[in-house]
């Protein structure tokens, strides 16, 4: 049984509480562009198709990290739970 973990960014680097300790913030005023804003539903379906054509035994853990994960609001965490729950019927 293969398990694949995978760290998901939905919020780019949005969030602006500047908090002492962030990483992110710093290293995102680097970047050229420093947020590419919140993830498209699109994308968001490629990546459950991605995830879902993984191997039916395969363990797979998804952590959603910042910046602050939480900006991209809880429609998109629903959206993405029924859309995965959807998909893996239609494997099975
Ligand atoms: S991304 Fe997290 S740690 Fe960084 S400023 Fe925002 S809340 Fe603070």
Redesign the pocket.
């Known amino acids: 049984m293969m398990q694949y973990n995978f760290m998901v960014k939905p919020a780019s ?1 949005a ?5 002492k ?2 990483f ?2 710093d290293i995102s005023d680097r970047r050229e562009v420093k947020t590419h804003g919140n993830m498209s539903e699109l994308t968001r379906t490629k990546l459950i198709e991605r995830l879902t054509s993984l191997d039916d035994n395969s363990v797979i853990n998804i952590a959603f990290q ?3 994960q939480t900006l991209v609001g809880l429609p998109f965490f629903e959206g993405f739970v029924l859309e995965m729950e959807e998909k893996k019927k239609k494997t099975k």
Do not use: V
Not at 15 to 19: F, V
């Open positions: 680097s969030c602006d509480l500047k908090c300790y962030c992110y913030d910042g910046g602050e």
